[in-house]
Every structure is written in C-alpha cells, then in structure tokens.
Nanobody, 125 residues
Framework: QVQLVESGGGLVQAGGSLRLSCAAS????????MGWFRQAPGKEREFVAG?????????RYADSVKGRFTISRDNAKNTVFLQMSSLKPEDTADYYC?????????????????WGQGTQVTVSS
C-alpha cells in the first residue's frame, strides 16, 4: 500500500514557476514508477509527466509541457517533484501524483495503482 500527499500548488501569474511535491509512504517507494497527471474543470484527467524507478530513471512528458516541466525524485526522502516553469493559463488544473507498481510509464490514468488527493494550480493571465 502506498499513500501519496501532494503539496506546492497555488496561484501564479503566467510565465511564473511552481514546484509541486508528492510525499509517499512505504518502504518500496524506489521500486515504483511515479507520475503526475492533471485535470481541468470539465475535462478528463491527462498525463503530464512520469519517471521510472531508480534503476533506470527514465522520464516521459506530455508534449504540452515538454521543455517547461521537469519531473524528478528523491528516493531517500520518498518524494517526487514536478518543477513547472513558463506556466500558461492552460496549465490551470488540479494536479495529481500517482504511483505504479509496474516500472513503466503509462499515459493512461487507469494503469496507475495509487493516487494522491490532488493540489490545485491556477495560472492567471
């Protein structure tokens, strides 16, 4: 069982930056792939970024955030981060952290096993 708690959301002006954090419980954190998804009002949840476990550390990004967002993890602290830069109003959404037992990054929400409660990000124009 993995419990995930996101933090770091808030209100920021377009062009600004935010850093989201996701603290995970459990001693096997380093073996899970970790991901960030987002869901805007009236829209489906969508993949933002993912990172595999320590052994490979490969990353994957949605085209809409590539070059602006960076996912990273600190396995010693059981934490995954999402550094968001050059934020746009269309990045406004609730952001969710997810964990996947299978060490591959899937863009499909149904492929992920554990979810946090979400943190809200609002980008003003």
């Amino acid at each position: 069982q993995v419990q995930l708690v996101e933090s770091g959301g808030g209100l920021v002006q377009a062009g600004g930056s935010l850093r989201l954090s996701c603290a995970a419980s459990g001693r096997t954190f380093s073996t899970y792939a970790m991901g960030w998804f987002r869901q805007a009002p009236g829209k489906e949840r969508e993949f933002v970024a993912g990172i595999s476990s320590l052994s490979s550390g490969s990353t994957r990004y949605a085209d809409s955030v590539k070059g602006r967002f960076t996912i990273s993890r600190d396995n010693a602290k059981n934490t995954v981060f999402l550094q968001m830069s050059s934020l746009k109003p269309e990045d406004t959404a609730d952001y969710y952290c997810a964990a996947r037992y299978l060490n591959t990054i899937s863009t499909l929400p149904r492929a992920w096993d554990y979810w946090g409660q979400g943190t809200q990000v609002t980008v003003s124009s």
